[in-house]
């Protein structure tokens, strides 16, 4: 499919659609209106959380395993598609430049997070570091639920920032002194 082929999926709107939470299990497999399936490409930044179950993810021509206690990040206007199989759980969060910056954003760790993703697209979290992540990723999803909307994004915006802060020390972390891959394509 050629790039002016591939659709292009958006965040439309206000604050609250600058960012879209939810959760990742077989109802929304099946009832998701867009269709993650096929490549196209967004004009958010997107990270999405596994932490069970299986399939594939096709990144900038790069296929991966989907596998438990997995980040998957995917960058504006990447090429991508998504196939859990049924039975994975996770969440994701997609969300536009806009939003993190009209926070106390640390704009190096957005762009070192975000930048040359083919080095890092995956990154596996250990069972040490597991209850961390998960609990910011609760929160998240906690906190973009909620009906009162006083203060609320900007929690949101301070729990990504420091979901973002932990995955660019992951990926720092998991980065061999002389290589520059450690993400397994299949």
């Known amino acids: 499919m050629s790039e002016k082929q591939q659709p292009l999926y958006s965040e439309q709107n206000s604050q609250r659609h600058e960012i879209n939470i939810y959760r990742i299990d077989d109802t929304l497999i099946k009832t998701f209106p867009a269709k993650p399936f096929k490549p196209h490409r967004n004009n958010y930044q997107a990270i999405i959380w596994i932490n069970a179950g299986r399939g594939t993810h096709l990144i900038d021509d790069q296929l991966y395993e989907i596998e438990p206690n997995t980040f998957m990040l995917v960058t504006k206007d990447q090429m991508h598609a998504f196939n859990p199989k ?86 720092k972390n998991n980065l061999p002194a002389n290589t520059t891959r450690t993400t397994r394509p299949i």
């Open 86 to 171: 049924f039975g994975t759980l996770g969440c994701a969060i997609r969300f536009s430049d806009s939003f993190l910056d009209s926070a106390t954003y640390h704009s190096t760790c957005k762009y070192s997070l975000f930048n040359n993703l083919t080095v890092n697209s995956v990154l596996q979290v250990n069972e040490t570091e597991k209850p961390s992540f998960e609990t910011l990723v609760r929160q998240l999803l906690n906190e973009y639920k909620k009906d009162d909307e006083l203060g609320k994004f900007g929690i949101i915006q301070h729990l990504l920032e420091a979901l973002i802060l932990k995955l660019d020390q992951l990926k």
